[in-house]
Nanobody
Framework: QVTLVESGGGSVQAGGSLKLSCAAS????????MAWFRQAPGQEREGVAS??????AYADSMKGRFTASRDTAKNTLYLQMSDLKPEDTAMYYC?????????????????????????WGQGTQVTVSS
């Protein structure tokens, strides 16, 4: 079992940047598939980025502006977001699922679906004003 706690959200103007954090309660580097999702009001939850160990992938619409990284010693994942747009306004979530690298590449790397993830954080709100 793992507990996830997101932080780092806030309000920024268009063109600004934010760095979100997801602190996991245990070691997840090569034992859990990890992912970032977001959900805007009235919209379905959509995948942003997925990670397993040093591998990562991005939703096509997020490439170039969003960068996922991790600090293994701190069991923490990050999502650096730049050139933010009003349409990036959403609640951002971190998710985890016990898996192998084979599972990750077969089922979770890309596309990044919100289905079947076992653990979710409470989310952190990102609001981008024009």
């Amino acid at each position: 079992q793992v507990t996830l706690v997101e932080s780092g959200g806030g309000s920024v103007q268009a063109g600004g940047s934010l760095k979100l954090s997801c602190a996991a309660s245990r070691y997840v580097y090569n034992t859990y598939c990890m992912a970032w999702f977001r959900q805007a009001p009235g919209q379905e939850r959509e995948g942003v980025a997925s990670m397993f160990a040093a591998d990562r992938a991005y939703a096509d619409s997020m490439k170039g502006r969003f960068t996922a990284s991790r600090d293994t010693a701190k069991n923490t994942l990050y999502l650096q977001m730049s050139d933010l747009k009003p349409e990036d306004t959403a609640m951002y979530y971190c998710a985890a699922k016990p898996c192998s690298y084979d599972d990750y590449t077969r089922y979770f790397r890309h596309p990044i679906s919100p289905q079947t993830w076992d653990y979710w954080g409470q989310g952190t709100q990102v609001t981008v004003s024009s």
